[in-house]
């Protein structure tokens, strides 16, 4: 075949991470309507398949809905596969998970399992069964190596993807960008899809009954500790610093008034607490960071700051630039950060990066 004729069909094959979801059905269907050729991979994060069946239908992994991706793919007449990518999300994102808990951080798993589980296995696949691109069902936009916001904002998902900066943006694919869940939903019903009407995963896929605190305990007791306000004064008992995130008001006991977790001591097994105010901050540092390949992190540069899915994001400016971290500065509040989850900044609709929140002092976490 013509080399030149061979690198133009190259271009227009592609692979998409099927989950059994609606997303993923849709994303599949988009692409072999706009002409490219599609094959499916299905990774399989477990290993028995059926971790979450059993108790949780709301989760994206386990025998069936590997069973609707295949079905799906056979609808839409191209190939699908299973990938197993067992053991690096054990190493990854569950044992992370629970070490990250026990060291008093908040961990973002999802994050953890784009980062380090989901595209570098989709790259991996897509060179080994020679396609060019890799695609999935978020609801963002990519173009040109930039990031952007999903049209949809209530389903947004640019914020757990910064990190695909750290991997080859210009490879990945994401066909649902501009479209609403609604639309989506409509795709999946006008082409018959057997997904059409499927429940959304939620929660984490890993934990089956709901509760975070149960699975990390599952591998390590808890160890009690002193509950202490600001200034020091013990006033209570808590119950293992990682059934604790900052933030958090529920069981922490009755104190005349509203108490939140401000801050975790792990090193000290103190967790503490004080009112909401005591949440509050101007700032915001962020180390392990991953930048879009033309962006150029400078002193003063504006950006946009958002520390959690669900919060807003706050106006900042980029006030210290470390060896390892930088600092954000806003111009109001940031309420609740939490170490261990992770900044993104943007800057109006556009990505240019993120990182790890971090504590002022690390020494108060465990390694």
């Not at 690198?7 to 592609?14: A, E, F, H, I």
């Not at 992190?297 to 946009?304: M, R, Y």
């Amino acid at each position: 075949m013509d080399t030149s004729l061979h690198s133009l069909l190259m271009k227009k094959k592609v692979l998409v991470g099927m989950s059994g979801g609606v997303d993923s059905s849709v994303t599949g269907l988009l692409l072999v309507e706009q002409g490219f050729e599609v094959a499916g991979v299905t990774l399989k994060l477990f290993e028995n398949d059926n971790t979450c069946e059993a108790k949780n239908d709301k989760t994206c992994c386990g025998y069936s809905h590997t069973r609707d991706a295949k079905l799906v793919a056979d609808k839409l007449g191209f190939r699908h596969y299973v990938i197993d990518g067992s053991d690096v999300f054990r190493e990854k994102v569950i044992d992370s998970f629970i070490n990250e808990y026990r060291s008093g951080s908040t961990p973002n798993p999802c994050i953890n399992c784009n980062e380090w589980v989901k595209f570098p296995l989709l790259l991996d696949s897509a060179d080994k069964l020679g396609y060019s691109f890799v695609a999935t069902g978020h609801y963002a936009c990519l173009a040109n190596g930039v990031l952007s916001r999903g049209k949809d904002r209530a389903k947004d998902q640019s914020y757990f993807l910064s990190v695909i900066y750290k991997s080859d943006p210009a490879r990945i694919l994401f066909p649902l960008g501009d479209l609403s869940k609604t639309e989506v939903r409509e795709h999946a019903a006008r082409a018959g899809l057997i997904t059409a009407k499927k429940k959304e995963s939620q929660d984490i896929c890993f934990v089956t009954d709901g509760s975070y605190q149960n699975f990390v305990h599952h591998d390590t007791s808890a160890k009690p500790g002193s509950l202490q306000d600001i200034s020091g004064k013990v006033v209570g008992t808590h119950t293992g610093i990682a059934n604790y995130t900052i933030g958090q008001r529920k069981g922490l006991g009755a104190f005349g008034s509203p108490r939140f977790v401000v801050s975790i001591d792990a090193k000290n097994n103190v967790v503490v607490i004080g009112d909401l105010s005591d949440l509050e901050s101007h700032s915001v540092r962020i180390k392990s960071l991953h930048w879009r390949k033309d962006y150029v992190c400078a002193l003063g540069d504006l950006v946009d700051v958002q520390i959690r899915y669900r919060s807003l994001p706050v106006k900042g400016v980029i006030s210290a630039i470390e060896q390892d971290s930088i600092t954000v500065t806003c111009t109001s509040a940031i309420r609740a950060q939490a170490p261990g989850q992770t900044a993104v900044l943007y800057q109006g609709e556009n990505v240019v990066g993120g990182g790890i929140i971090c504590p002022d002092d690390d020494s108060k976490q465990i390694p």
